[in-house]
């Protein structure tokens, strides 16, 4: 039993609920659960690749360091 996004208010209701709570909405069995898991992949999805973009810019930050000490002991 988690939290989801009603389809017809946008609130919030849970994904076993015969209806909603704010808009009394009447749902098919088991489509609020199919909702809440694509919602909870799109959102893995994106903070898959902020953290991706984050380790390859801490990455390059890393390496320019190490390059300018290397540089600077061999006197280039």
């Given at each position: 039993m988690s939290l989801t996004h009603c389809p017809n208010c946008?609130?919030?209701c849970f994904t076993d609920a015969a209806s909603c709570p704010n808009?009394?909405?009447?749902f098919r069995p088991g489509l609020l659960q199919a909702a809440a898991v694509?919602?909870?992949k799109a959102f893995?999805?994106?903070t898959?690749?902020?953290?991706?973009s984050l380790f390859v810019i801490w990455?390059?930050?890393?390496?320019?360091f190490q390059l300018q000490a290397y540089l600077d002991r061999?006197?280039?």
């Amino acid at each position: 039993m988690s939290l989801t996004h009603c389809p017809n208010c946008s609130r919030r209701c849970f994904t076993d609920a015969a209806s909603c709570p704010n808009c009394l909405q009447a749902f098919r069995p088991g489509l609020l659960q199919a909702a809440a898991v694509a919602e909870e992949k799109a959102f893995s999805a994106k903070t898959n690749a902020l953290f991706f973009s984050l380790f390859v810019i801490w990455v390059a930050v890393l390496m320019f360091f190490q390059l300018q000490a290397y540089l600077d002991r061999t006197g280039n």
